[in-house]
């Protein structure tokens, strides 16, 4: 299962993401709409039958109410503050949590499942949502979404909304690093090129169901895990899955740069939490906290 940061860490990183975020968009935001893994995933997986659930202490101690809700935090995710930064509601609800409906979606939704991937297999290791079943989502949303605003409202919201993609980590530390299939057909730079092609069919097909401000979120520092530090020697960062995560975010770049050129009216961006990130874990006093 994939490991989290600390809170103070994913905050700090994400409202210094959301300085980029804000000039890309330009215009006031209806509603921000999320794919990816656990880094945005809302509680999706509760409803899925998998072992990849925070639904339990101390999960959620931090949240309204005191009570996990299926976030992989103690409290609100990063994308949580960013909605309501924008004068959207503080948190982005699950799509799949039966304690929400259209009226809650029409603002703001998640359709990301922890523990998944680009890769449809990583999505298998799990057994949680693949990629290509949250767009399905996404298009039953638009249906439901056109139901209830009208048809001109609901294209305005969709054409106008922020959508967040945050996916990638898990193709290698639970898929690739793991189960061999993956890597006796492909070297890692190979596999890194098969995740980009995925990666820019998802995209592609996202802009062509009216999608325009997209932000693509980039690796973190995926060697500096808890779980990687904690198998390394003296808790050290593991460093071949942090070169891979770097040179995998550089591919990301060149799609961004590319897909802008190719694509008339995209505004992608790719949002790099990198060496925010490692720092933060390397120079903890500068956050004001001795270990993260």
């Given at each position: 299962?994939?490991?989290?940061?600390?809170?103070?860490?994913?905050?700090?990183?994400?409202?210094?993401?959301?300085?980029?975020?804000?000039?890309?968009?330009?215009?006031?935001?209806?509603?921000?709409?999320?794919?990816?893994?656990?880094?945005?995933?809302?509680?999706?997986?509760?409803?899925?039958?998998?072992?990849?659930?925070?639904?339990?202490r101390p999960y959620g101690r931090d949240f309204y109410?005191?009570?996990p809700t299926g976030r992989f935090c103690n409290g609100?995710?990063?994308?949580?503050?960013?909605?309501?930064?924008?004068?959207?509601?503080?948190?982005?609800?699950?799509?799949?949590?039966?304690?929400?409906?259209?009226?809650?979606?029409?603002?703001?939704?998640?359709?990301?499942?922890?523990?998944?991937?680009?890769?449809?297999?990583?999505?298998?290791?799990?057994?949680?949502?693949?990629?290509?079943?949250?767009?399905?989502?996404?298009?039953?949303?638009?249906?439901?979404?056109?139901?209830?605003?009208?048809?001109?409202?609901?294209?305005?919201?969709?054409?106008?909304?922020?959508?967040?993609?945050?996916?990638?980590?898990?193709?290698?530390?639970?898929?690739?690093?793991?189960?061999?299939?993956?890597?006796?057909?492909?070297?890692?730079?190979?596999?890194?090129?098969?995740?980009?092609?995925?990666?820019?069919?998802?995209?592609?097909?996202?802009?062509?169901?009216?999608?325009?401000?997209?932000?693509?979120?980039?690796?973190?520092?995926?060697?500096?895990?808890?779980?990687?530090?904690?198998?390394?020697?003296?808790?050290?960062?593991?460093?071949?899955?942090?070169?891979?995560?770097?040179?995998?975010?550089?591919?990301?770049?060149?799609?961004?740069?590319?897909?802008?050129?190719?694509?008339?009216?995209?505004?992608?961006?790719?949002?790099?939490?990198?060496?925010?990130?490692?720092?933060?874990?390397?120079?903890?006093?500068?956050?004001?906290?001795?270990?993260?």
């Amino acid at each position: 299962m994939e490991s989290s940061h600390t809170l103070l860490a994913a905050v700090l990183l994400w409202l210094h993401l959301f300085l980029i975020l804000i000039v890309t968009a330009r215009a006031k935001v209806p509603a921000i709409i999320m794919f990816g893994d656990s880094s945005v995933d809302a509680g999706n997986n509760n409803q899925v039958p998998t072992i990849a659930r925070s639904n339990f202490r101390p999960y959620g101690r931090d949240f309204y109410g005191g009570k996990p809700t299926g976030r992989f935090c103690n409290g609100r995710l990063a994308t949580d503050f960013i909605s309501e930064a924008f004068g959207l509601r503080p948190f982005v609800p699950a799509y799949l949590d039966p304690a929400y409906n259209i009226s809650d979606f029409a603002v703001g939704v998640t359709f990301a499942s922890a523990g998944t991937g680009y890769d449809n297999a990583t999505s298998d290791v799990l057994g949680v949502i693949p990629l290509w079943r949250e767009l399905e989502y996404y298009k039953d949303y638009q249906k439901r979404l056109r139901a209830y605003l009208g048809d001109g409202k609901a294209i305005d919201t969709l054409t106008n909304a922020l959508y967040i993609i945050s996916i990638g980590t898990n193709d290698f530390l639970e898929n690739y690093y793991v189960v061999p299939q993956r890597r006796t057909q492909y070297t890692i730079d190979a596999y890194q090129e098969f995740l980009i092609g995925i990666a820019r069919n998802f995209i592609v097909d996202l802009h062509s169901l009216g999608a325009r401000k997209i932000s693509l979120a980039g690796l973190p520092p995926m060697g500096c895990m808890p779980l990687e530090r904690a198998e390394n020697l003296a808790n050290a960062c593991m460093e071949t899955y942090n070169t891979v995560a770097m040179r995998f975010n550089a591919k990301l770049s060149d799609l961004v740069l590319k897909l802008n050129k190719e694509i008339p009216g995209l505004q992608l961006v790719f949002s790099n939490p990198f060496s925010v990130l490692l720092q933060m874990i390397t120079n903890p006093s500068l956050y004001g906290k001795s270990y993260i």
